[in-house]
């Protein structure tokens, strides 16, 4: 039988976050806490990585092995971030913080396919390096206050 955690933790710990049920679901391979622990230092990880993309961008349009970034022709004034390797997790966390944190016009994305780990990121901003920043930070700064106690309860 799948164990199933309810990790109301983050609503009692965050006020601030998005509403909803948070729940784990594992299959006994790991404790529900070890799983968490190690899911939230993949997120961290992904998150900085994410981050990282645009330290070296200038101007746009922009283009590298990791990221395109180019004005969008079907929203004025819109960005597009393609993330050549990204995933659902990650977009939707920029998404969703995004939203909650930063007094933005729109931000979205999409997959571009299914079948490819190829993102769009679509934002209307006059600064996105600033506000991409300030979002992962913001993600990180979660992160690194929840690990410490989770690390107390990985191993129930």
Same mark, same amino acid.
């Given at each position: 039988n799948s164990l199933i955690c309810f990790l109301n933790i983050f609503r009692d710990l965050y006020n601030n976050l998005p509403q909803g049920i948070y729940y784990l679901e594992v299959n006994n391979k790991y404790p529900c806490g070890k799983l968490l622990y190690k899911s939230l230092k993949i997120f961290k990880k992904q998150i900085n990585e994410f981050n990282n993309l645009f330290t070296n961008i200038n101007n746009i349009p922009y283009q590298d092995n990791n990221v395109e970034i180019y004005f969008s022709e079907n929203l004025q004034d819109a960005i597009d971030i393609? %993330?050549? !390797?990204?995933?659902?997790?990650?977009? /939707?966390? +920029?998404?969703? #913080?995004?939203?909650?944190?930063? =007094?933005?016009?729109?931000?979205?994305?999409?997959?571009?396919?299914?079948?490819?780990?190829?993102?769009?990121?679509?934002? %209307?901003? !006059?600064?996105?390096?600033?506000?991409? /920043?300030? +979002?992962?930070? #913001?993600?990180?700064?979660?992160? =690194?206050?929840?690990?410490?106690?989770?690390?107390?309860?990985?191993?129930?």
């Open positions: 393609n %993330i050549l !390797n990204g995933n659902h997790t990650i977009c /939707n966390l +920029i998404q969703t #913080y995004g939203n909650f944190l930063l =007094d933005l016009d729109f931000i979205g994305y999409k997959a571009d396919h299914p079948l490819n780990n190829k993102f769009i990121i679509r934002l %209307i901003s !006059n600064d996105f390096k600033d506000n991409i /920043n300030y +979002i992962c930070n #913001y993600i990180i700064s979660i992160i =690194d206050d929840l690990i410490p106690q989770v690390e107390q309860i990985r191993y129930l």
